[in-house]
Antibody
Framework: EVHLVESGGDLVQPGGSLRLSCAAS????????MQWVRRAPGKGLVWVSS????????SYADSVKGRFTISRDSAKNTLFLQMNSLRAEDTAVYYC????????WGQGTMVTVSS | DIVMTQTPLSSPVTLGQPASISCRSS???????????VSWLQQRPGQPPRLLIY???NRFSGVPDRFSGSGAGTDFTLKISRVEAEDVGVYYC?????????FGGGTKVEIK
């Protein structure tokens, strides 16, 4: 069974950093595009970033470009999102998602940016 | 960027009656293999989103056949033939034809 488990969400001050992780199992991780999608409180789903199977292609939403970095470790079947210079508007539940067609979602991890 | 305009914002439905949600893209969608990459997702209260329909009209594994997707070009539709209590939640369309991936604003389905 395909399984995605996010971790790393926390309360952080504006300007701070966090690293989210997503442990994947049950599928060929190194062959799959992966993405991060977020949902702010009371808002809809917003795509954040994507990475291809070997990590050679990445893409970012304009709102996070230059601040967030997506990466992966295929030996550990783990997806990462390094988030720097965090802002209040980054407050959201962050989901790890398999494939560009969004076939499987993790349960999400909450990131709160507040002083 | 491709804008996905989803209507209605809210859809109160009587149990057992049909429901329909529309999504209009700001430009015609269609990827390199000629198949339109539009997905439909359901998010029940307190749960993560779940894929219902991929590539416009294909039901994902385990999705009941009361859910169906259709459309082409810029107009896409999700239909629920007979709404059940477990269908309450927010529904989103998603285009994955080009970056940035973009979602519709969401439609809240609730029981009258």
């Amino acid at each position: 069974e395909v399984h995605l488990v996010e971790s790393g969400g926390d309360l952080v001050q504006p300007g701070g950093s966090l690293r989210l992780s997503c442990a994947a199992s049950g599928f060929s991780f190194s062959s799959s595009w992966m993405q991060w999608v977020r949902r702010a409180p009371g808002k809809g789903l917003v795509w954040v970033s994507s990475i291809n199977g070997d990590g050679s292609i990445t893409s970012y939403a304009d709102s996070v470009k230059g601040r967030f970095t997506i990466s992966r470790d295929s030996a550990k079947n783990t997806l990462f999102l390094q988030m720097n210079s965090l802002r209040a508007e980054d407050t959201a539940v962050y989901y790890c998602v398999k494939d560009s067609g969004a076939t499987v979602w993790g349960q999400g991890t909450m990131v709160t940016v507040s002083s | 960027d491709i804008v996905m305009t989803q209507t209605p914002l809210s859809s109160p439905v009587t149990l057992g009656q049909p429901a329909s949600i529309s999504c209009r893209s700001s430009q015609s969608l269609g990827d390199s293999d000629g198949k339109t990459s539009v997905s439909w997702l359901q998010q029940r209260p307190g749960q993560p989103p779940r894929l219902l329909i991929y590539k416009t009209s294909n039901r994902f594994s385990g999705v009941p056949d009361r859910f169906s997707g259709s459309g082409a070009g810029t107009d896409f539709t999700l239909k629920i033939s007979r709404v059940e209590a477990e269908d309450v939640g927010v529904y989103y369309c998603l285009q994955a034809t080009q970056f940035p991936l973009t979602f519709g604003g969401g439609t809240k389905v609730e029981i009258k």
